[in-house]
């Protein structure tokens, strides 16, 4: 099956530093990749849908300053948690869709999303 | 008012038994449905997809009730391993394409 991986697996941090996240799709191709934020016991929220070579968007409330997610090609994304607090500290998880290849070029899969491990962020 | 409800458990039952988890969605517009199960610290991985038709999967049976927005999962002779927390996900549309939608999640304990 597909798989995703994502680094660092756990980080740790002080306030006020910034975390970079990276996922990455080892055996196919992700026009799309989501962020997800998942705080203890509750379920998965989505952040921001990031598409290879534009802008990601940002789900309402999430500060598109402070979440910076860059979609270079078309096996990575990053996250990178700027200038974190205490309240960050969470699970972020991503998940990525494969691309189906077409006469017009790529495209996304219909609905098919492979998740990563997840990231551990502790900011003290 | 929540876009995918779920009663959170958690649910303890013994070894062998029958449980049913239910789920309602509030977008009648929803494309797709799937039970995704997440066991603790780890990523959410695909159980099944959900067919207007139910599906069956081993000990695992899904049904969508379009009418009634209600999305259930049965799950038979329940074994250890079972226990995880089970999530409910709807596929919606969103002005980025299609996203997932996650329950909040139904914890089972399956004890000896």
């Known amino acids: 099956g597909a798989v995703v991986s994502q680094h660092p697996s756990r980080v740790i941090c002080k306030s006020g530093t910034s975390v970079k996240i990276e996922c990455r799709s080892l055996d196919f191709q992700a026009t799309t990749m989501f962020w997800y934020r998942q705080f203890p016991k509750k379920s998965l929220m989505l952040m921001a849908t990031?598409?290879?070579?534009?802008?990601?968007?940002?789900e309402q409330g999430v500060e598109k300053d402070k979440f910076l997610i860059n979609h270079a090609s078309l096996t990575l994304s990053t996250l990178t948690v700027t200038s974190a607090h205490p309240e960050d500290s969470s699970f972020y998880i991503c998940?990525?869709?494969?691309?189906?290849?077409?006469?017009?070029?790529?495209?996304?899969?219909?609905?098919?999303?492979?998740f990563g491990p997840g990231t551990r962020l502790t900011v003290l | 008012r929540k876009e995918v409800e779920q009663d959170p458990g958690p649910f303890n039952v013994p070894e062998g038994a029958t449980v049913a988890f239910n789920c309602t969605y509030s977008n009648s517009a929803s494309q797709s449905f799937f039970w995704y199960r997440q066991d603790c610290r780890k990523e959410p991985k695909l159980l099944m997809s959900?067919?207007?038709s139910g599906n069956e999967d081993g000990r695992f049976t899904a049904q969508l009730n379009r009418a009634s927005q209600y999305i259930s999962l049965l799950i038979r002779d329940s074994k250890l391993s079972d226990s995880a927390t089970y999530l409910c996900?709807?596929?919606?549309?969103?002005?980025?394409?299609?996203?997932?939608?996650f329950g909040g999640g139904t914890r089972l304990m399956v004890k000896p």
């Open positions: 959900v067919y207007s």
């Open positions: 990031s598409n290879e070579g534009s802008k990601a968007t940002y």
């Open positions: 998940s990525a869709r494969p691309a189906l290849v077409t006469t017009g070029g790529l495209s996304s899969s219909y609905n098919e999303q492979f």
């Open positions: 996900v709807v596929n919606e549309w969103n002005n980025a394409g299609n996203m997932l939608t």
